[in-house]
């Protein structure tokens, strides 16, 4: 018997090592888009191919929460991971710091873990480069 157990731990452990290699993340943030406004989530409106073949070979979540109907809050509450009325940005605030200065966002987290991070956007409106 132990020595089943000892091959059943043994297995786990090969099997977590086999996949310990940081995986490549890719956040995509799209103002007013719908839970169903993509095709790999069951629009027949929307052709969304380039979007479907990224969920195809990554993991796409079917529960969320958003923490303010508002983009300002919202944004601030993903890129922190704290609720936007703590920190002070229960609306849209406008200005070159939106988001609270020395907060460590989502992106200085995953650098200070050894990913290479960008931001590509148009208008985060949190201020700051």
């Given at each position: ?39 790999c ?81 148009c ?7």
């Amino acid at each position: 018997m132990s020595t089943r157990i000892f091959r059943l731990f043994s297995g786990g452990l090969l099997a977590a090592a086999a996949v310990s290699a940081a995986p490549n993340v890719v956040m995509i943030l799209v103002d007013d888009l719908g839970w169903r406004d993509t095709s790999c989530y069951g629009s027949d409106v929307y052709e969304t191919p380039h979007v479907d073949r990224l969920a195809t070979s990554g993991v796409r979540f079917t529960q969320a929460y958003a923490a303010h109907p508002r983009c300002v809050p919202s944004r601030t509450g993903l890129f922190t991971g704290k609720y936007p009325a703590r920190l002070g940005v229960p609306g849209v605030r406008r200005g070159p710091h939106a988001m609270p200065l020395g907060e460590t966002s989502l992106g200085e987290a995953f650098r200070a873990n050894g990913y290479t991070t960008c931001y590509i956007d148009c208008s985060t409106h949190l201020g700051g480069p």
